[in-house]
């Protein structure tokens, strides 16, 4: 199993920053991906930003230019660091984990955190 340990969010005027933090744990691959996916109320959870354990890197387009993913592998940890923050960008941050063993997809979740962006 994999544990997930979320950190950094919390309340920002537009405009501002956050850095939210991911800590992934237990039984990590060495190739997966790692990433952070949202969800503002009443509507679906949607992909923010992604990271392979080989840096690839995939953006909304939402946040594309604004929002910055980034790992450490020897920490297993992924970051988002996230500027410009807009109203819109209120919503639960939830971190992922992924791998495949033996063909079978693992997804794990975090707790999620919830970042809110006054205007």
């Known amino acids: 199993q994999v544990q997930l340990s979320e950190s950094g969010g919390g309340l920002v005027q537009a405009g501002g920053s956050l850095r939210l933090s991911c800590a992934a744990s237990?039984?990590?691959?060495?190739?997966?991906?790692m990433g952070w996916h949202r969800q503002a109320p009443g509507k679906q959870r949607e992909l923010v930003a992604t990271?392979?354990?080989?840096?690839?890197?995939n953006y909304a387009g939402s946040v594309e230019g604004r929002f910055t993913i980034s790992r450490d592998n020897d920490k297993n940890t992924v970051y988002l660091q996230m500027n410009s923050l807009k109203p819109e960008d209120t919503a639960v941050y939830y971190c992922?984990?992924?791998?495949?063993?033996?063909?079978?997809?693992?997804?794990?979740w975090g707790q999620g955190t919830q970042v809110t962006v006054s205007s």
């Open positions: 237990g039984s990590i691959f060495t190739i997966n991906a």
């Open positions: 990271i392979t354990s080989g840096g690839s890197i």
């Open positions: 992922y984990y992924l791998d495949r063993r033996r063909g079978l997809r693992y997804d794990y």
